[in-house]
């Protein structure tokens, strides 16, 4: 599980420290955990914090919120309410992200970091701004762009690439995430909301749901890209034979012309 300082924990949770703070004091968030005078918050913060973000900006008051978090915690032992907050909160990913330099960006990129493509990609999410370089939370994308790059695409093509694949991935993600959550509603929290053992059994269902969602969409990505490989290969060499076979007429024509007249 990822630790935080509070900083970055208001800047996952796209909130401010003073935000954070607030919601402590007001008993919305658990206390952090202390390593001398520093507090380390957990992604079960994280998902607590983002929960509190969309409560809010669906118009409910902290009063409504404080009353939610206490029904739910009168319901479930404080672990099994961590966990479930851990289960949903929890990266999906074991990517550790890293930070690059522009410098660093235009060798990496064969001299093509623009503004307007450094824009893009952090309108996209690829990148992100920390002061004088840049934070890169999935190094995974950007060495794929890079090789992508490297095989003669230019930047801008792979973020037309990238903003597409992007757009799909995340309706596909969005219909996938709303079908399981009505599940688990359904099947754990009947009266609206998740309370005793149904709060771990949720959270068991939710960590089982991260390999098989990515198992699936793997074998899908991968049956999908050889069709489409072998389609638009065949519709290469098809073209190809035409072209060939257009020349070889050609010349048998222009060797008739070129016969003597019997």
């Not at 607030?22 to 520093?38: F, W």
């Not at 009168?74 to 074991?94: C, H, K, Q, T, Y």
């Not at 690059?100 to 001299?111: K, Q, R």
């Not at 002061?131 to 994308?141: A, E, K, N």
């Amino acid at each position: 599980m990822a630790d935080y300082r509070i900083d970055e924990l208001a800047r996952l949770a796209e909130t401010t420290v003073r935000n954070v703070r607030v919601y402590q004091d007001r008993g919305l968030l658990p206390p952090p955990r202390k390593e001398g005078r520093v507090g380390i918050y957990t992604e079960a913060h994280l998902a607590r914090l983002r929960l509190i973000g969309q409560l809010l900006k669906r118009g409910y008051t902290f009063a409504n919120i404080s009353e939610l978090v206490s029904v739910w915690e009168r319901g479930g032992d404080l672990n099994d309410i961590l966990g479930f907050e851990s289960a949903v909160g929890d990266p999906w990913s074991d990517e550790i992200p890293t930070y690059i330099t522009v410098a660093e960006l235009s060798e990496l990129f064969n001299g093509e970091i623009t503004p307007p493509n450094i824009a893009r990609a952090l309108r996209l999410g690829l990148l992100e701004r920390e002061g004088i370089r840049f934070r890169v939370p999935s190094p995974r994308l950007l060495n794929a762009g890079a090789e992508l790059v490297a095989a003669g695409m230019h930047v801008s093509t792979v973020l037309d690439i990238a903003e597409r694949l992007w757009g799909r991935v995340d309706v596909a993600a969005s219909e996938l995430v709303h079908t399981v959550a009505e599940h688990i509603l359904a099947q754990h929290a009947p009266e609206g909301i998740l309370a005793g053992s149904d709060v771990a059994e949720a959270a068991d269902l939710v960590r089982r749901l991260r390999p098989l969602a990515q198992s699936a969409v793997d074998a899908m990505l991968a049956k999908s890209m050889a069709r489409h490989l072998s389609d638009a290969m065949g519709e290469h060499f098809a073209d190809v034979l035409e072209h060939l076979g257009a020349e070889k007429l050609g010349e048998h024509a222009e060797e008739a012309e070129q016969r003597p007249a019997s």
